[in-house]
């Protein structure tokens, strides 16, 4: 590939993921979670890709100025081989930014790994080979109403709703293999694992419907191990 077209290629690539980052972070969250996660998403990947951009410059720039020419076959006789002040600076850097990330990482933690004490609902989300079962159990009354009133437990396959802005605790329980629960537009994913209880949270915030698979390949009919999760006003 010339270096041309590669280059080409490198822009689009760029263009093509700031389109896509566009994309989502001007939609709302759809819950705190995925908030936290995105924007440390992009704290990283933005002064990434400026330092990559850096970097390759650097390189550009070294690989041309010092590129080997005609009747230009031995090195400088004095070449410089310390900078202490460059070093220094190449050291001290990259540490302030390692810092700086790692604790808006456990920032993010703190955001996505704290589970309410006081959740509104508590649910079970049992994994079978191969489909999903939630036992929905509502912890505080008054927070769900239907049209018959008021439900405090539920059992359901394959799908459930939520209404909008209520703190689930979540306890994920296998019953066979391992599986591995994965809403997707709330980039959650959290494994299913047989004789292991794992707990988590999640807190829904926009209306609609959501996928959920499994992520983990646990047997032929895995790709089949669907569910939805339907969230509302
Ligand atoms: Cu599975």
Redesign the pocket.
Known sequence: MSGLRRSGLATVSLVLLFVFLGGRVSADPVSPGQEATQQLFLLVLVPAIGIGVFVMALVAYAVLKFRVRKGHTTGPLNPETHNRRLETAWTIIPAIILVIVGIAAFQTLITTDTIPQNPDVILQIN?H??YWNFNITYVRNGTWLNSTGQFSYENTTGAFTLKAGLLVKLVLRSFD????FYLVDFDFKID?IPGHTNTYWLQPLQPGDYVIR?A????AP?WT?TASLHVVR
């Open positions: 994994a080979q191969w293999v391992a599986h591995s299913v499994c983990e390949f646990c047997g895995h191990m």
